[in-house]
Structures are given as C-alpha cells and as structure tokens.
C-alpha cells in the first residue's frame, strides 16, 4: 500500500520510524543494508539509515511482475515470479543488478511460488508441485527432477539434506 512504513521498538508498541511515499505490493525480503521490494518491478530498498530508506531502480528486472519468493545466497538472489520464471540475480552491488539466468517451468506461465536454495541446488514449488534445479551455471539452469503433489503445499524450507514443504491452510 501507498505510505508502507518501517517500524521499530518492542512488539507491543511499535514505533513508525519512516514511510515510502509511493506504492508497494507484494513483500519485503531483507538483505543485510538493503531489502528488495516484491511485485512489480523487484527493486532493492537501500535502508542504511532506517529513517530515510531508499528506492532503487528495478534494472535487469525492469519490467517483471509479481516477486512470489527469494532467496539470496552471497552476492545472489534467486527470484520466483508471478509470470517471470525463476529470475537468478546478482545484486553484489544493488544500483546494479544484473540478470544471469532465466528458468521457465513447462507449465503454469511460468509461475514460481516459493523458492528455497541449498549451495546451486534450488527448490522451488509451482503450480503443479516441487522443481528441483541446479544453478552452478546461472545462465544454463537445468532441471534435476520434480515432483507433483496432489493437494498443494506452501513453502519450502531446506536444512542440510531435509526438504520441509507446509501445507497452505484450506
């Protein structure tokens, strides 16, 4: 929404410390001294000084809709989008992020829910189930196998060797 704050304090007394004066959808994913802003276009929110954040440029995203998942993994987010795909970004230096693969499932326009990663593996959860992927080449994304569910499940979570999937509340 239009005027999105930032808050701080105890969680019983909330303290607005900051609004954005322009409108944002989707969710915030933070990352050490910047946070990305999901929904359309993905763009970083430099926060150094909470007080004062501010919006960068969508870049190599410029365009894209709907941010669903990230995960960031070093100087690499692995971005699952709406209509996008999964988007596998470097933003080692967020006034320039730059696109280095681009995967596409078979089916579902390209809809990537939830994305998790473990080293170049990542894990994400389409419309039609679980999509394993190796990403040690960013810009030749190969799929390593999926798995359909019949009812759906919510987000993905790996520790070590475990996949943890949460079932959506229906």
């Known amino acids: 929404a239009q005027g999105t704050g930032a808050a701080a304090g105890f969680p019983s007394r909330p303290i607005r410390i ?3 004066d ?3 959808w989707g969710d ?3 990352a050490g001294d910047y946070a990305y802003l999901g929904g359309s276009p993905f763009r970083p929110l430099d926060v ?19 941010t669903l998942g990230v995960s ?4 690499y987010a692995v971005v699952g989008q ?15 992020i730059s696109r280095l693969g681009v995967y596409r499932p078979p089916s ?10 473990h080293r170049t593996t990542v894990y994400t959860r389409d419309g039609y189930g679980l999509r394993i992927l190796d990403t040690s080449d960013p810009s030749e994304v190969i799929s390593l196998g999926h798995y359909g569910w019949i009812s759906g499940f919510g987000e993905l979570l790996v520790q070590g060797t475990v996949l943890y999937a949460g079932s959506p509340l229906h």
Not at 72 to 75: D, K, N, S
């Open 18 to 20: 900051a609004n954005l």
């Open 22 to 24: 322009e409108w944002v």
């Open 82 to 96: 709406e209509w996008g795909g999964l988007q596998i970004l470097d933003v080692s230096d967020p006034a320039r």
């Open 72 to 75: 960031f993994v070093g100087p």
């Open 48 to 66: 150094r000084d909470p007080s004062r954040p501010v919006v960068g440029e969508a870049g190599a995203l410029s365009g894209s809709w709907g």
């Open 108 to 117: 579902d326009y390209g809809r990537i829910l939830y994305v998790d990663v």
């Open 28 to 30: 915030i994913f933070p």
